[in-house]
């Protein structure tokens, strides 16, 4: 079969320059453009015959290049936060016609989905949830796009096992964060952090605590490799890696 041709836009960030090389040193891959924001990727994905579009770049121009993304025959995967529940409901509409796929993961490192994941089966019978997620300073998005997909997947899970959404306690008090989809989440940016999230439940006379911590960007690139193989085999939107991986 002949290599994936994957143009990688925002390729001069720190998670751009991780997936340029996670690309160019997968066997089934071939990097044809390596892009950045004063350069025109749609141009150079379709002057290369591009098979898929990975952007990580801003928040700010996240919806513009998904949409042109979808203008090209490519397939896309965007690492890309600051996506809105909206945002997604609009774009799975303009992507269901397409022939090739558009995922959009607010996390690609495995073992995040998994906490998840765990968090999500776990708020089925432990209900009071609070989400605490710690990043560098650079990150521009809050909450993450993580703690966003987390509190969604709760709610989602509460919702099934009838327990619906209980008002957090002290809800509109300014130390208590922001509440999404019925859960506080609580932002934290400090130099020396990377990329973590605790989700804490609590129960009668006892806490459990969901932990996962990032070490290391190359944390994320089995998940943006994967991204790329299954999105060219497929059409529509997908959110979210977990959609990839249970299936």
């Known amino acids: 079969m002949e290599n994936i041709r994957v143009v990688v836009n925002g390729a001069k960030g720190r998670m751009g320059q991780e997936t340029v090389k996670a690309v160019e040193a997968a066997e089934d891959m071939r990097l044809v453009a390596a892009c950045d924001l004063a350069d025109d990727f749609v141009e150079a994905a379709r002057s290369a015959g591009a098979d ?129 989809d019925g859960v506080c989440v609580h932002s934290v940016r400090l130099t020396g952090l990377l990329a973590h999230q605790e989700v804490i439940l609590g129960g009668e006379g006892q806490t459990l605590s969901i932990r996962h911590d990032t070490i290391s960007r190359a944390s994320f690139m089995p998940g943006v490799l994967l991204g790329i193989r299954e999105m060219v085999k497929r059409g529509g939107l997908v959110y979210g890696l977990d959609s990839l991986l249970f299936e």
């Open 52 to 180: 898929a579009i990975v952007d990580f770049t801003v928040p700010s121009v996240a919806m513009e290049n998904a949409r042109r993304i979808m203008e090209t025959d490519c397939a896309g995967v965007i690492g890309t936060t600051g996506f809105t529940a909206e945002d997604v409901e609009k774009l799975r509409g303009e992507a269901e016609r397409r022939e090739k796929g558009i995922l959009i993961a607010p996390n690609f490192a495995i073992g995040a989905v998994l906490m998840m994941r765990f968090a999500a089966e776990a708020a089925r019978v432990m209900p009071d949830v609070e989400i605490i997620e710690l990043h560098h300073p650079g990150k521009v998005d809050a909450p993450s796009g993580t703690a966003l997909k987390t509190a969604a997947l709760i709610a989602e899970a509460k919702e099934k096992a009838g327990l619906g959404t209980a008002k957090p306690v002290g809800e509109g008090q300014a130390p208590r964060g922001m509440v999404v």
